[in-house]
């Protein structure tokens, strides 16, 4: 490895040493980089590496609350706002328990690089809490999402840092922390955060744009190896906001999506998962992915014993990971390739551990990796900020267009970073690439700081 690579490598891991699954993001990036910095000895005197690996401000905070019951919570808050190079902060927010300042770290990195993709002027963030929101009270959220917004206001701003939702963080959480924001401040800033509903300022299609641009990134993957999707099987880990719509886009395009899941479990229906219901039982009900037995009796259901998801068991031709990082091991990855997988796109962020990519690349498997083939959902949030600044409201048909484009656009940059620099087909290093040209060339530009 390039000296200088090695150097900061080790440095990082030595800074970090507490935080895997940051230091899992960072390699990847910095070993798919170096016929890039080997090009650009320049890059160590003003310490490029070293700053790009660092976040420009870590942001981290009490948010204490009053349950149901009268008593008083305490959680941690988190905002890394890892880079401004190319516009204001942007990434989601993520209540989840096992949210930490690693997690909080890894998805900001990812961010920069996603963002920088888009060819939109965003720079990258993340945040959010370790609150749970599952079996709370609508109130409890409330009130938690308003303690949250009291100290995360000061560091946010439609020209500063514009949060949007994640894991735990829907309509009903951007709508009680839009609130509150508004209330604070005294001012009604649209762009200042997005995924809002479409009637106080929200755009169309944004909840459909992470898993609709995930679908336009693997039909292009699949283009230019002469596949298509049509006639295609799909399993897709997760039931969440962004699986839901990859499976809609997914029949749209002519392929038969045979399995969803869970964290308990999965489903598989031979004859096509109907996705409305899926839609009634996550989106309505909150329920779990098991009750789409009592309509569909026919369906199997698969409850997860270990570490592995059963979902990677069954049997197709395009895996789409889409419930979180470090989902698909090595174990499963094994078992797709025997079972004769032509393509895994990432849904969720980091969802392939880094030895199940590395073996999906070796065994001639397509990879769309996360911060190309996920980024429909922050691409449709720029958009949406765009409409913000313009008091004005895209029709559906035109957002959907955008992304497209967008999605299309991405998967170029990808290809043709690839084919340049020597490893054509990678699309993991060619995202990696195509995305650090970009954030090499602003950070030179704008000196030392």
Known sequence: MNSYLEKVLRDTEQKNIHEPEFLQAVKEVLTTVEPVVDKHKEYENIALLERMVEPERIITFRVPWVNDAGEVIVNRGYRVQFSSLIGPYKGGLRFHPSVNQSIMKFLGFEQIFKNALTGLPIGGAKGG???????????????????????????????????????????????????????????????????????????????????????????????????????????????GNVAIYACEKAYTMGAKVVAMSDSNGCIYDENGIDIELVKEIKEVQRGRIKEYLNKHPQAKYIEKTGEDSPVW?????????????????????????????????????????????DYLLEKGVLVGPAKAANAGGVATSAIEMSQNSMRYYYTFEEVEAKLEQIMVNIFKSCKEASEQYGCPGNYVAGANIAAFRKLAKSMKAQGIV
């Open 129 to 239: 809490s370790d609150f749970d929101p599952k079996g709370k009270s609508d109130n409890e959220i409330m009130r938690f999402c308003q303690s949250f917004m009291t100290e995360l206001y000061r560091h946010i701003g439609q020209d500063v840092d514009v949060p949007a939702g994640d894991i735990g963080v829907g309509a009903r959480e951007i709508g009680y922390l839009f609130g509150q924001y508004k209330r604070i401040r005294n001012a009604y800033e649209g762009g200042v955060l997005t995924g809002k509903a479409v009637y106080y300022g929200g755009s169309l299609a944004r909840t459909e744009a992470t898993g609709y641009g995930l679908l336009f990134f693997t039909r292009e993957m699949l283009a230019a190896h002469n596949q298509t999707l049509q006639g295609k099987t799909v399993t897709i880990s997760g039931s």
């Open 313 to 357: 068991t069954i049997k197709t031709d395009i895996a789409l990971p889409c419930a979180t990082q470090n989902e698909l091991t090595l174990n499963s990855a094994k078992i797709l390739v025997e079972n004769g997988v032509l393509a895994v796109a990432e849904g969720a962020n980091m969802p392939c551990t880094q030895e199940a990519t």
